[in-house]
């Protein structure tokens, strides 16, 4: 046995329960957790270097953690909360007297409290997530879900596709994004076809998808990933998930996903970090999303991030503002985003072409759209729209665009990309020779 590589609570990251000794093996090699009297602490050993390295589960590396002030916070026995509150996160994990309704015999008592009562209704999402995944992992142990990941399609690259259409086209890249419903809006398409959606979409100039998978709130599922995933839709595939376990990770992408998404809001900072290193060994993205400058410095100055996107909608009252991009990209924070080679991505409050450029402007070399294209009766046509090109007026033409696609066609992401790009480039190039006739 190599010896123990690290002694951490991490309730957060597993989900465990406070008190009581506990140990037990994790079924998988080279992995072993164990919980100990100490407050929600999580005890990790590494047996064989070669067994960790061939599974796509792993554990804590001391190295890579050992010196963490957050680790020395939580083996001080520090709860979740309180770190969490520490880094200016408002939502707390679950509600902290315990559920509102208990159970007494045949009757079902209700006893609200400030303690039991979300604050809003990002906190209530969260903590009803935390009781869908407690169930699930349940039924879908991790032993379950590391044979479904040997049968997992090939991963695309999801980093890649929006580099891509960024330098082809010169536009922020498109994630277009597969939802019917919002806790918002409510149902936002009543004739909702995951599948053919997509496949709108992606013909449309789409880089990336992203498929909401919240059933509850977003009337989504992990069935309409994985659909997707098996209709031949080549774009790479972001799990629109609220994401409060290392768990989730797995199952995202045993179902298909090319990415996830972490929400800085609601994840301290080793949460973070663990999930991004999960991220890693799968070979997946993360996009790590923040909501206001605290947040954003927070993640910048987590190391091994390639996407951030900035969500412009308050998470405590879900109103819309774009300015917000513009808020947070300041000279500074632009410079270390380029230092770090990092992809921002816009979110949010984007309906029309002069939202499209006025973030881009602002920084932003990517977008991520839902509402304002699946509310039409032609989602995939009104990607065109969105960017300001009236593909009806663009004549038709044996123009050789080869020259145009050529930088597209030789990137090791165009395979795994999108065929829409095409399209895309070839309606800016016409707009941009009509100008040039006239």
Not at 199 to 211: D, F, Q, R, T
Not at 404 to 426: H, N, R, T, W
Request: charged content about 25%; some cysteine; proline content about 5%.
């Amino acid at each position: 046995m190599a010896g123990i590589s690290m002694g951490v609570s991490a309730p957060g990251l597993l989900n465990l329960k406070c008190g009581g000794a506990f140990s037990q093996s994790s079924g998988f090699p080279g992995v072993f957790f164990g919980r100990t009297k100490m407050p929600a602490a999580l005890r990790c050993m590494r047996l064989d270097e070669d067994d960790i390295s061939s599974s796509p589960l792993l554990t804590f590396s001391s190295d890579y953690l050992a010196d963490s002030i957050e680790v020395r916070e939580w083996e001080s026995g520090k709860s979740l909360e309180t770190i969490a509150a520490n880094q200016g996160i408002k939502i707390r994990r679950r509600p902290p007297t315990g559920p509102p309704t208990h159970a007494v015999g045949p009757f079902e008592f209700r006893l609200e409290n400030e303690g039991n009562t979300p604050r809003n209704i990002l906190e209530k999402i969260i903590w009803d997530k935390d009781v869908e995944v407690s169930q699930l992992k349940e039924r879908k142990p991790l032993t379950v879900i590391g044979k479904a990941l040997e049968n997992a399609p090939p991963v695309r690259d999801f980093i890649g596709s929006l580099k891509v259409s960024h330098e082809c086209t010169g536009m922020p890249a498109l994630i277009a994004e597969v939802k019917k419903a919002s806790p918002s809006r409510g149902v936002l398409r009543e004739d909702f076809n995951p599948v053919e959606v997509a496949i709108a979409y992606e013909k449309n100039g789409a880089a990336c998808l992203s498929v909401l998978t919240d059933e509850k709130y977003f009337q989504g599922s992990f069935e309409n990933l994985e659909a997707i995933r098996n209709s031949g839709v080549k774009c790479p595939l972001l799990c629109k998930e609220f994401i409060i376990d290392a768990w989730q990770i797995y199952y995202a992408r045993s179902k298909g996903a090319d990415a996830i998404l972490l929400i800085a809001g609601v994840l301290p900072d080793l949460d973070i970090k663990y999930m991004i290193k999960i991220c890693r060994k799968l070979g997946i993205a993360a996009l790590v999303e923040v909501h206001n400058e605290r947040e954003m410095d927070r993640v910048l100055a987590i190391d091994g991030i390639k996407l951030i996107g900035i969500n412009n909608r308050d998470l405590e009252t879900f109103e819309v503002d774009i300015s917000n991009t513009k808020k947070l990209l300041n000279k500074d924070r632009l410079q270390i985003l380029s230092q770090k080679g990092i992809i921002v991505v816009g979110e949010s409050g984007l309906f029309t072409p002069d939202d499209i450029s006025y973030v881009q402007d602002a920084g932003v070399k990517a977008v991520l759209v839902g509402e304002s294209l699946i509310k039409l009766e032609d989602p995939g046509k009104g990607i065109a729209k969105l960017f300001g090109i009236d593909s009806s007026t663009v004549p038709h033409s044996s123009l050789d665009i080869a020259e145009i696609s050529k930088a597209c066609e030789q990137s090791e992401a165009f395979d795994s990309c999108f065929p829409g790009i095409v399209y895309l480039v070839q309606c800016i190039a016409m707009i941009r020779i009509c100008i040039l006739i006239l």
